[in-house]
C-alpha cells in the first residue's frame, strides 16, 4: 500500500482530477478531510498512483500496490477523522490481502528522488502503535558511514540511490524534523529496519 496525500486544495477537487482519463493518474482510494473513505478504483485493478520509482528492487509499483490518497494540501496536519478513517481502511485491506504492516509505505519511500508526500506532518508512529506500519528502535552504534547508511536503507526497500537522496525521504518519515548531516542514529534506526524487514536480515542482525 502506498500512502499519498493528494497537494490539492480539497478533496472534490483531487476527486475530479483522480477520476478525470486526461490526467493519468488515479487511486484506489480517496479519504477526505471529514474522514469519508471513497473507493476509486477496485483493489485488484491498477491504479496511475505510484509512478517511476521501486520497493524493494520491484519497479512498476502501479501493479503491485493499492493506492491511498489523503485530501491534504501538504502544508497541514492530518484531521483525526481523516486518520481515524484510514486506520480502519488499512485493518480491511491488509485482512482482505493478508499484509503484514511492512507493507505500507509512503509515495517519497519507493520515489524519493521525485516524491515528499505524505510528508513530515504525517503521523507514521501513530499507525506503528496499531501495528498499520513499521518503526524502528534503534540499533546502538557509533557508525555514520553514508555508504552504510544507503547499503542498509535500500536492504530495508528503498531505491538504489545515494545516501544525500534517501536521507531526506527516511528523516521524513522516521524522524520528522530532524536536519543536519547524517549522523549515528539515523543509521541505527534503518539498521533495525533493514535486520527485522530486509531481505537480508541475518546479515544486518550478525554486524
Not at 499519498?4 to 476527486?15: K, L
Not at 494540501?73 to 492530518?78: A, E, K, L, M, Q
Request: hydrophobic share 40%; glycine share 8%; charged share 25%.
Amino acid at each position: 500500500m502506498v500512502i499519498h496525500y493528494t497537494g490539492m486544495s480539497d478533496a472534490p477537487a483531487a476527486r475530479a482530477r483522480l477520476c478525470d482519463p486526461a490526467a493519468e493518474v488515479s487511486a484506489h482510494w480517496l479519504i477526505d478531510e471529514r474522514g469519508r473513505a471513497e473507493a476509486l478504483v477496485p483493489e485488484e485493478a491498477r491504479a496511475w498512483h505510484a509512478g517511476a520509482g521501486s520497493w524493494q528492487g520491484r519497479e512498476d509499483v502501479n501493479s503491485r500496490s493499492i493506492g491511498i490518497e489523503l485530501a491534504n494540501p501538504g502544508d497541514r496536519p492530518f484531521p483525526e477523522p481523516q486518520m481515524a478513517a484510514l486506520e480502519t481502511l488499512l485493518e480491511g485491506i491488509m485482512a482482505r490481502w493478508t499484509l503484514g504492516p511492512e507493507a505500507v509505505i509512503g509515495h517519497s519511500d519507493m520515489a524519493p528522488e521525485r516524491k515528499i508526500d505524505p510528508g513530515p506532518r504525517f503521523d507514521w508512529r501513530r499507525l506503528a502503535r496499531r501495528g498499520l506500519a513499521v518503526w524502528p528502535d534503534p540499533v546502538p552504534t557509533l557508525n555514520s558511514d553514508p555508504a552504510t547508511f544507503a547499503a542498509l536503507a535500500q536492504n530495508f526497500g528503498y531505491p538504489d540511490l545515494g545516501p544525500e537522496r534517501l536521507l531526506p525521504a527516511f528523516r521524513a518519515r522516521f524522524r520528522p524534523r530532524h536536519e543536519g548531516p547524517l549522523d549515528a542514529t539515523d543509521v541505527g534506526l534503518i539498521a533495525d529496519l533493514a535486520a527485522r524487514f530486509g531481505e537480508d536480515g541475518d546479515q544486518w542482525r550478525a554486524s
